[in-house]
């Protein structure tokens, strides 16, 4: 069974930066995408940035030339560089892992327990 940690929250002031880390342990099946994602308070969960194993990325629109999303396939981690912070950007980041079915070790769809990102002065 495949467990996800996730590190790196906390406070940070606008124009600052903070670096998440998310660790994928459990089964040593690959991991076709993985991403991190992001919930404010009254708002819907959606799409920070997303990476498959070749290293093709995805980014929501207002993060583009902030956030740079890495990983390591051998370590199965995941990384969120997030630089000049905005308090926008304020939220719970989750971390998630997802494979197709068709892939060895089966279908994978993970959430991390979430990591609370919090940009003020």
């Known amino acids: 069974q495949v467990h996800l940690v996730e590190s790196g929250g906390g406070l940070v002031q606008p124009g600052g930066s903070l670096r998440l880390s998310c660790t994928a342990s459990?089964?040593?099946?690959?991991?076709?995408?993985m991403g991190w994602y992001r919930q404010a308070p009254g708002k819907e969960r959606e799409l920070v940035a997303e990476?498959?194993?070749?290293?093709?990325?995805n980014y929501l629109d207002s993060v583009k030339g902030r956030f740079t999303v890495s990983r390591d396939n051998a370590k199965r981690t995941v990384a969120l560089q997030m630089n000049t912070l905005k308090p926008d950007d304020t939220a719970v980041y989750y971390c998630?892992?997802?494979?197709?079915?068709?892939?060895?070790?089966?279908?994978?769809?993970?959430w991390g327990q979430g990591t609370l990102v919090t940009v003020s002065s």
């Open positions: 990476i498959d194993r070749r290293g093709g990325a």
């Open positions: 998630r892992a997802a494979r197709p079915g068709v892939w060895p070790g089966g279908f994978l769809d993970l």
């Open positions: 459990g089964d040593n099946f690959p991991i076709e995408t």
